[in-house]
């Protein structure tokens, strides 16, 4: 079992950037794949990025590709995702996701199995 709790999200303004962290509880999170959504108002929930347990590989979204960053300390338990020239679009509340997630589907939400409850990003234009 693992929990998942993230934290770093806040108002931004255009062009800011934030680091989101994903802190996990339960020794097995450093063998799970991690990934991001988010979710807007009125959306569906969105991949964002996503890693391998050993965060030597990493997937965007295409609307992120260049901009976020994801990685991950396993010594520490804690996931992050660096996001740089944010825009208003950006805005969402963004999850952490943990679980045994086949590559080919990475960007897949209901391949995760744990869940953290959400930080809201709020990007002003």
């Known amino acids: 079992q693992v929990q998942l709790v993230e934290s770093g999200g806040g108002l931004v303004q255009a062009g800011g950037s934030l680091r989101l962290s994903c802190a996990a509880s339960?020794?097995?999170?450093?063998?799970?794949?991690m990934g991001w959504f988010r979710q807007a108002p009125g959306k569906e929930r969105e991949f964002v990025a996503a890693t391998r347990w050993s965060g030597g590989n990493a997937y965007y979204a295409d609307s992120v590709k260049g901009r976020f960053t994801i990685s991950r300390d396993n010594a520490k338990n804690t996931g992050y995702l660096q996001m740089n020239s944010l825009k208003p679009e950006d805005t969402a509340v963004y999850y952490c996701?943990?679980?045994?997630?086949?590559?080919?589907?990475?960007?897949?939400?209901?391949?995760?199995?744990?869940w953290g409850q959400g930080t809201q990003v709020t990007v002003s234009s």
């Open positions: 996701a943990a679980g045994r997630v086949p590559t080919s589907r990475s960007n897949e939400s209901n391949e995760y199995s744990y």
């Open positions: 339960g020794r097995t999170f450093s063998t799970y794949a």
